[in-house]
């Protein structure tokens, strides 16, 4: 059975298996993307879906390499693959080149994966749509990855559940020349927007990358801080 | 009973050919010499052995000639996709971690080749690296060289370097160190082709040398 893609043009000229795999990303728990002057933010809601699950357990925002993270909207499990991947790939070239890879071509190489799974036998496409943060030898870079495979270099953007109205709440506030911590502001105020009740220090998780292009997430203590900031 | 000593020759010498590449201020100066031959047979005395990657990085290939072809052109076009998937120039850094690599990757049925590769990045500063032929690198500050008469340029380069040199000094120095020792080596001569690497530009110079 994998001689033959299941993802098929419809009679109207669509991929039909790509539109839901969309879907199932869009259904996802909102992620904000926000590039400063001098670095970039994500971060995203974490609401686990029971209260007994440990949410300390995981995290949603990982590290592809020691300069560029992701986070995801959609299937947690479809992340992981195209994380591993991504993570392989930065290092395979860490290897040959003795360089950090350039964030372009990480997030190219990743959706190029992706577009794979939209046309190869035996495979269904990808059911997230991932952002990705990184600082390279080009300054900082804020990327999002389609199930389709398409891939698209973001100023600013959300995805999951509330990106139309987190689009527009960016739209209005983004500055070309905005600082990180101002960023890091935007970003949560935009996340607030959407969450269903009350967002505190422990529903959500926060990354970072600056200069030093080191990725790092933030403590429970920090938004805590960044929190108490613009309340 | 008298012992001779004989050594045996290496593949590495049987055309010839040297090497050297040396850090200035704010530039750097490759050459190589131009001999062709096969053991004592000269064949040309027109192949220089420097190969240009782009405007700031120059690479030097001593050893086998065909391997010396065959290698330049593999990386070539591995350079050329770099380029093109990364939309900018290879650094010398990695350069030579690619080219390391590259000959690793033969471990067991090597590239007879060693090469020499020199470069500056927009401040000015300059890398110089050397490798043997399973690509093991060593990235001195002063000079790097590689080819038949490696000995006789470490004594040069050793004695006439000196940190700090301006473009034309050092291009003499380059100069005098090679013909110096190619002419204490049969297999290497014929004048030398040398390049003067700065950040805005690069000059390839003929030196003419011994025809023996």
Same mark, same amino acid.
């Given at each position: 059975?994998?001689?033959?893609?299941?993802?098929?043009?419809?009679?109207?000229?669509?991929?039909?298996?790509?539109?839901?795999?969309?879907?199932?990303?869009?259904?996802?728990?909102?992620?904000?993307?926000?590039?400063?002057?001098?670095?970039?933010?994500? %971060?995203?809601?974490?609401?686990? /879906?029971?209260?007994?699950?440990?949410?300390?357990?995981?995290?949603?925002?990982?590290?592809?390499?020691?300069?560029?993270?992701?986070?995801?909207?959609?299937?947690? /499990?479809?992340?992981?693959?195209?994380?591993?991947?991504?993570?392989?790939?930065? &290092?395979?070239?860490?290897?040959?080149?003795?360089?950090?890879?350039?964030?372009?071509?990480?997030?190219?190489?990743?959706?190029?994966?992706?577009?794979?799974? #939209? &046309?190869?036998?035996?495979?269904? /496409?990808?059911?997230?749509?991932?952002?990705? %943060?990184?600082?390279?030898?080009?300054? /900082?870079?804020?990327?999002?990855?389609?199930?389709?495979?398409?891939?698209?270099?973001?100023?600013?953007?959300?995805?999951?559940?509330?990106?139309?109205?987190?689009?527009?709440?960016?739209?209005?506030?983004?500055?070309?020349?905005?600082?990180? !911590?101002?960023?890091? &502001?935007?970003?949560?105020?935009?996340?607030?927007?959407?969450?269903?009740?009350?967002?505190? %220090?422990?529903?959500? !998780?926060?990354?970072?990358?600056?200069?030093?292009?080191?990725?790092? #997430?933030?403590?429970? %203590?920090?938004?805590?801080?960044?929190?108490? !900031?613009?309340? | 009973?008298?012992?001779?000593?004989?050594?045996?020759?290496?593949?590495?010498?049987?055309?010839?050919?040297?090497?050297?590449?040396?850090?200035?201020?704010?530039?750097?100066?490759?050459?190589?010499?131009?001999?062709?031959?096969?053991?004592?047979?000269?064949?040309?005395?027109?192949?220089?052995?420097?190969? =240009?990657?782009?405007?700031?990085?120059?690479?030097?290939?001593?050893?086998?000639?065909?391997?010396?072809?065959?290698?330049?052109?593999?990386?070539? $076009?591995?350079?050329?996709? $770099?380029?093109?998937?990364?939309?900018?120039?290879?650094?010398?850094?990695?350069?030579?971690?690619?080219?390391?690599?590259?000959?690793?990757?033969?471990?067991?049925?090597?590239?007879?080749?060693?090469?020499?590769?020199?470069?500056?990045?927009?401040?000015?500063?300059?890398?110089?690296?050397?490798?043997? @032929? +399973?690509?093991?690198?060593?990235?001195?500050?002063?000079?790097?060289?590689?080819?038949?008469?490696?000995?006789? @340029?470490?004594?040069?380069?050793?004695? +006439?370097?000196?940190?700090?040199?301006?473009?034309?000094? @050092?291009?003499?120095?380059?100069?005098?160190? @090679? +013909?110096?020792?190619?002419?204490?080596?049969?297999?290497?001569? $014929?004048?030398?082709? =040398?390049?003067?690497?700065?950040?805005?530009?690069?000059?390839?110079?003929?030196?003419?040398?011994?025809?023996?």
């Amino acid at each position: 059975m994998t001689d033959f893609s299941l993802t098929t043009f419809s009679s109207k000229g669509k991929l039909l298996q790509i539109e839901y795999a969309l879907l199932a990303a869009s259904k996802g728990e909102t992620a904000i993307g926000l590039k400063a002057r001098n670095g970039v933010v994500l %971060a995203v809601e974490k609401q686990p /879906p029971n209260p007994l699950v440990d949410e300390t357990s995981y995290t949603k925002i990982q590290n592809i390499a020691g300069h560029v993270g992701a986070v995801y909207a959609g299937l947690a /499990p479809d992340f992981r693959v195209l994380l591993q991947k991504a993570r392989k790939h930065a &290092q395979v070239y860490q290897l040959r080149y003795r360089e950090p890879v350039l964030c372009s071509n990480l997030c190219r190489e990743t959706a190029q994966i992706v577009q794979e799974f #939209t &046309q190869s036998g035996g495979v269904r /496409p990808f059911g997230v749509s991932v952002l990705t %943060a990184g600082y390279d030898d080009d300054g /900082p870079h804020l990327y999002q990855i389609d199930p389709s495979g398409a891939y698209y270099e973001w100023k600013a953007t959300a995805i999951g559940r509330n990106t139309k109205n987190a689009k527009s709440f960016l739209e209005k506030r983004y500055k070309a020349d905005l600082e990180l !911590e101002d960023a890091i &502001q935007t970003t949560l105020l935009t996340l607030k927007e959407g969450f269903e009740g009350t967002m505190t %220090a422990k529903n959500i !998780e926060v990354g970072i990358v600056k200069s030093d292009m080191v990725f790092r #997430t933030l403590t429970e %203590a920090q938004i805590k801080d960044y929190l108490d !900031e613009s309340a | 009973f008298l012992y001779f000593i004989v050594k045996s020759m290496s593949i590495l010498e049987l055309n010839g050919g040297a090497c050297v590449a040396m850090a200035g201020e704010g530039c750097f100066v490759i050459a190589s010499d131009n001999r062709l031959g096969e053991q004592f047979k000269t064949i040309s005395m027109e192949v220089p052995k420097l190969n =240009v990657v782009n405007d700031k990085v120059v690479m030097g290939l001593t050893g086998l000639r065909t391997d010396q072809q065959t290698f330049a052109n593999l990386l070539e $076009y591995e350079i050329k996709m $770099y380029k093109l998937r990364e939309q900018r120039d290879i650094s010398g850094k990695a350069l030579t971690a690619l080219v390391a690599h590259t000959l690793y990757q033969a471990r067991f049925g090597p590239w007879f080749v060693e090469p020499v590769i020199g470069s500056i990045d927009d401040e000015g500063k300059v890398y110089l690296c050397a490798m043997d @032929l +399973l690509g093991a690198p060593c990235e001195p500050e002063d000079y790097v060289c590689a080819g038949t008469c490696a000995e006789a @340029l470490h004594g040069m380069c050793e004695s +006439l370097w000196r940190p700090g040199l301006g473009p034309e000094e @050092l291009f003499e120095v380059v100069a005098q160190a @090679l +013909l110096s020792s190619c002419d204490r080596d049969c297999l290497s001569g $014929y004048g030398a082709t =040398v390049m003067i690497v700065t950040r805005e530009k690069v000059t390839t110079r003929l030196v003419k040398g011994r025809k023996d």
